[in-house]
């Protein structure tokens, strides 16, 4: 069931998104950057979530491992890195392969294959460059995106992510079209971070229990491709790191049901090597960890319509 959210409220919230995005792509990067580190302290404690769900998801990604002070710091720091990329959002279309040869390095494009592959990240560093960047480097690239609820916000979002040379497919229902682009030997990112709300299967995040998208694994079983993960890392000196990791190796037993939890386990382990080198890069404030009742009624359907035991099955 789609979210019904005020409609008052959305109309709000897009306007002052859109205006954000024209005054950043108006202001020279830096003042840009500076812009969105002050917003981003003024979110940090005029909104109440953010440190509840971020805190606790550090509580239960690190427990006692960390320091309440640290913890404290890694949110901050996050809260900042995701206005950051807000803020560089808007110049995706005026980055041309020289602009984003000054801003981004990229390690490790020699483990791309010359067919189509499947790429995983999530909201990590600026990950709205990653695909863009990868277009840079003489590849046709898609992303799969989920449309937003305002139609102007959207559209602006669209239209900017395209700009930058990416092709962009609607989230709902593209497994078809993944898999049609990928045979054509398009690479397409995937963002894989996030609870799905369906197609999911149970893994473990940070040693603690939660749902992930089976998308990579599917279409890599389907479609014999590669699933490599990519990050792009901010770095200290303002500029980007793309970094693109050799392909995960996947298990091929021949039980699909088994190889697709194994495979997507096998992704969230990638991306959380990812998320423990920068934690503080990462979205914490997203309810990652969140239970998912429909997603569990519906995986104990599935093995007691054929009197398996989940458990030992995954």
Not at 93 to 121: K, M, Q, W, Y
Request: proline share 6%; glycine share 8%.
């Amino acid at each position: 069931m789609k979210n019904r959210r005020n409609p008052i409220i959305q109309g709000l919230t897009a306007g002052a998104s859109l205006g954000f995005a024209r005054l950043t792509a108006m202001l020279p990067l830096p003042l840009a950057r500076g812009l969105a580190s002050l917003l981003a302290g003024v979110a940090y404690y005029a909104v109440p979530r953010i440190r509840k769900v971020g805190l606790a998801n550090l509580d239960l990604a690190y427990s006692d491992t960390l320091s309440p002070g640290e913890k404290r710091r890694i949110l901050w720091e996050a809260v900042r890195h995701v206005a950051i990329t807000a803020a560089e959002f808007s110049r995706l279309p005026s980055l041309n392969p020289d602009g984003f040869a000054r801003l981004v390095r990229i390690v490790g494009r020699e483990h791309l294959p010359e067919t189509g592959f499947v790429c995983i990240g999530g909201h990590f560093g600026n990950w709205e460059w990653m695909a863009p960047a990868m277009a840079c480097t003489g590849r046709r690239i898609a992303e799969i995106v989920r449309p937003l609820d305002d139609p102007r916000l959207n559209a602006f979002i669209d239209a900017t992510r395209r700009g930058g040379g990416t092709e962009t497919i609607p989230k709902e229902d593209a497994g078809r079209e993944i898999v049609r682009l990928v045979r054509e030997g398009v690479g397409v990112g995937i963002l894989i971070d996030q609870s799905p709300r369906r197609n999911g299967v149970p893994v473990t995040f940070f040693g603690a229990s939660c749902w992930a998208t089976i998308a990579p694994a599917m279409i890599s079983a389907r479609s014999k491709v590669p699933v490599h993960p990519v990050a792009m890392v901010r770095d200290a000196d303002g500029g980007h790191t793309l970094h693109i990791y050799p392909a995960l190796e996947f298990a091929q037993s021949g039980n699909l049901r088994k190889d697709l939890v194994t495979n997507t386990q096998r992704c969230q382990d990638a991306f959380e090597q990812v998320v423990r080198a920068h934690p503080e890069q990462w979205m914490w404030f997203h309810r990652r960890w969140k239970h998912r009742e429909f997603l569990e009624a519906e995986w104990q359907a599935k093995f007691k319509s054929n009197g398996t035991d989940p458990e030992k099955e995954g």
